[in-house]
């Protein structure tokens, strides 16, 4: 074996520049920014991780652990605060704590005094650390990004039907397979190629009409710009895309089943955040400082990420220790992640008339275990 315990978080410091040129805050002083890559290295077989979807067919190291990595971001005192860490759930991989605890403008890069808002976190002495727990992030827009195993089984790829939903505001001809440009969409096999359905109805209960296979197919519309011969568009095959030859109509739901291949192990996120915010507390070594107590807070999707995270129990680290000791989600309501296999972390709420498949809605809305009344289940 490798000498790790069960879970275990080396942190890759890349860089360490002085926070808005120096500026001493309030109460507190200086702070500094240090840009890391935290590497991961997990026991697939630890009870712990029962709750994340396919890591058994994640591949494995030489001593059958899983490894994976995520961008990290930490914003420090220099003399040591007070020893409190703020933990922000990046919402699609984008930091927001700064954002709305200190009413500061939105940037993926705090560098400047003016990125600091109010300075409300700072000023109290606060270490704020940007994790990035998504896996299915593609990278833009300075996104932090988790870098995940593709699930395989006896190293073939993991293939099984997978139905994703398309409604949209304005007319377009092709959209990624997830629906969003910056999330990885779960390609489609070979055989799902010629098997796929598409359908569309008017309202969520009207009847589903099925289109045509000739009028679509999975591709992509490259070009448009200026070129070596002047403008000129291909449309490309892609696994990851759809077109529509006639273009989505506004207020249609379209509904694509499809075979899918390779999933992420996306359930590895919330052990990516137990371990890092573990490893801040307890590991002297780290390079943030020292740390008492931890809090966290999420909006929106990453609220309910939270959620997730508390109801499978990833609030206690594999020493037992308690991992935050309070956490906010904000907005999510009664929603969950849903980190199955074949979904996408980045999902729309459920509305009147659409997206009333999504992920989001997963029994059971608590955070205890919970008896279904419609079939005696526990959740």
């Known amino acids: 074996m490798s000498g790790f315990p069960e879970s275990a978080v080396r942190l890759e410091v890349h860089a360490r520049e ?68 703020f933990f922000d759930w990046g919402n699609r991989g984008n930091g927001r704590g700064v954002q709305y605890f200190c009413d500061a403008p939105h940037t993926n890069r705090p560098r400047t005094l003016a990125d600091a808002g109010n300075g409300y976190l700072l000023r109290r002495g606060y270490t704020v650390v940007f994790g990035a727990w998504q896996g299915d992030l593609l990278a833009g ?112 739901i379209y509904e694509l089943t499809y075979e899918a291949e390779d999933p992420l192990v996306l359930g590895l996120g919330l052990v990516a955040v137990r371990d890092l915010v573990s490893h801040l507390r307890h590991d002297p070594a780290q390079p943030a400082g020292p740390v008492d107590y931890a809090y966290g807070c999420g909006r929106s999707q990453s609220g309910r990420a939270i959620r997730d995270f508390i109801h499978h129990g990833f609030n206690e680290d594999l020493e037992g220790r308690r991992v935050f000791d309070g956490l906010l989600p904000h907005v999510s309501g009664a929603g969950r992640l849903g980190i199955e296999r074949f979904t996408n972390v980045t999902v729309p709420g459920g509305q009147q008339y659409e997206d009333h498949l999504s992920p989001a809605d997963t029994y059971p809305f608590a955070y205890a275990e919970t008896v279904s009344p419609a079939n005696g289940t526990r959740s």
């Open 141 to 252: 827009n300075g996104r932090l990004l988790l870098d995940l195993p593709v699930a395989k089984q006896d190293c073939e790829p993991v293939r099984g039907l997978t139905t994703a939903e398309f409604i949209v505001e304005e007319p377009i001809w092709s959209l990624p397979l997830s629906r969003w440009s910056s999330t990885r969409s779960s390609p489609v096999s070979e055989r799902g190629v010629h098997s796929a359905r598409l359908t569309r109805r008017r309202y969520a209960h009207s009847a589903a009409e099925e289109l045509p296979a000739g009028t679509w197919r999975f591709a992509r519309l490259q070009g448009s710009g200026n070129d070596l011969k002047g403008r000129s568009t291909a449309l490309v095959p892609s696994r990851y895309d759809l077109r529509l030859d006639d273009g989505f109509r506004p207020g249609w």
């Open 18 to 85: 002085p926070f808005a040129d120096g500026h001493r805050f309030d109460g507190t002083g200086a702070y500094e920014v240090l840009t890391a890559t935290a590497h991961y290295s997990v026991a697939p077989e630890a009870p712990a991780h029962r709750a994340v979807p396919d890591l058994g067919l994640a591949p494995r190291d030489g001593t059958g652990r899983v490894r994976f990595s995520g961008d990290v971001e930490i914003l420090r005192p220099v003399d040591g605060g007070r020893r409190r860490l």
